[in-house]
């Protein structure tokens, strides 16, 4: 699986490179540059992040954190997981490697869904550094209200699909 992905993501890297191409050397020398900036800067995060999610799973005491956030947690769990995840500053590297470590150490499916969905649609930091100065305010609020019930709706509905 994780070979065609990698191969459809190439695929799709080549055929953007060709298009750019098309339209000039310019353009592709730039989206080059661009792409070799890009990586070398979020290089040091995701290996900061992937070698941090291992330090975080050996030191989580796995008890702790199927007692608080395992599948026999319930909707506390899901709560906590949920705050959690609204309260997680960083992007994907952080969250992802977050909920992939508590997976690790007990957590619940259920919990770890309401946690990601969480993080992915209302993480209190992305609403202060982003979307309100950016957006207007009623629009920032009404967003995050109508987003309010969607990592609990998403448990829920782990729940009943069972295990994945």
């Known amino acids: 699986m994780t070979l065609a992905i ?20 310019v353009l592709l ?7 070799a900036t890009e990586f070398i800067l ?10 941090g999610s291992g330090y975080i799973a050996d030191v989580l005491p796995n008890a702790l954190v199927a007692q608080w956030f395992g599948p026999e947690s ?8 949920t705050l959690g995840g609204a ?18 150490s007990g957590a619940g499916a259920p919990q770890v869904i309401a946690y990601s969905t969480a993080w ?8 202060v550094i982003w979307e309100m100065p950016l957006m207007p305010a009623r629009i920032v609020w009404l967003r995050a209200a109508v987003s309010l019930p969607l ?10 699909l069972g295990r994945p």
């Not at 020398?29 to 792409?35: A, P």
């Not at 040091?44 to 070698?51: E, F």
């Not at 309260?87 to 690790?104: H, M, Y």
């Open 29 to 35: 020398n730039d989206g080059l540059r661009n792409g």
């Open 151 to 160: 990592p609990f709706i998403a448990a829920v509905l782990a729940m009943m």
């Open 74 to 81: 319930g909707f506390t769990g899901v709560l906590l997981a």
């Open 42 to 51: 979020l290089l040091p995060r995701i290996s900061i992040g992937v070698v």
């Open 120 to 127: 992915a649609l209302y993480a209190i930091h992305r609403l």
């Open 87 to 104: 309260l997680t500053p960083g992007g994907p590297v952080v969250g992802f490697s977050i909920g992939a470590t508590a997976l690790k």
């Open 6 to 25: 990698n191969i459809l993501l190439w695929l799709a890297v080549a055929a953007l490179a060709l298009l750019a191409a098309s339209r000039g050397r």
